[in-house]
């Protein structure tokens, strides 16, 4: 069987646009069901073709690589809105949305995804002063301080 990483390289290798990236694989090595998830995702999204391209890709170079022994699901996807951030090109896909961030202290802050820098990203947090006027804050998150980052779906 194969590792997380070299299942990696490969789906790297065999995406065809540089603006799509793999965000993460998932091995699930269960008695009688092995699982492949591949989780893509690109900087301006990335179609269902998208998907199924890379994943008919993956499934021809597996079956000729004869490295498993039993049978497996190769499934690829896009990671859902309840996955939470995992990549700095995802902070900046996602400039602009409302976020909720969880630091390494458990403290939960939401607010929208304002800048990525290289190791920080900034929120803006609206926010009601004594008089009940609204205010906007800034709050700088080093990525070294963050635990997850979720973002947050708005029906407006």
Request: with cysteine.
């Amino acid at each position: 069987m194969q590792s997380r990483e070299s299942l990696t390289k490969m789906a790297e290798s065999l995406l065809k646009d540089p603006s799509h990236f793999v965000v993460d694989v998932v091995l699930s090595t269960k008695p009688g069901s092995k699982r492949v998830l591949v989780l893509v995702d690109g900087d301006q999204g990335i179609s269902i073709d998208d998907c199924a391209e890379l994943s008919r890709a993956m499934s021809t170079q597996l079956d000729e690589d004869d490295t498993w022994e039993d049978a497996y699901t190769l499934e690829v996807s896009t990671p859902g809105l309840d996955q939470p951030l995992k990549l700095k090109r995802q902070y900046v896909k996602n400039r602009g949305r409302e976020v909720k961030v969880m630091t390494k202290d458990k403290q939960w802050i939401a607010g929208k995804l304002a800048e990525v820098s290289e190791d920080s990203i900034t929120l803006l947090r609206s926010m009601t002063n004594e008089k009940k006027q609204k205010e906007e804050q800034t709050v700088t998150i080093n990525f070294d301080q963050l635990e997850k980052t979720l973002v947050q779906v708005s029906f407006k």
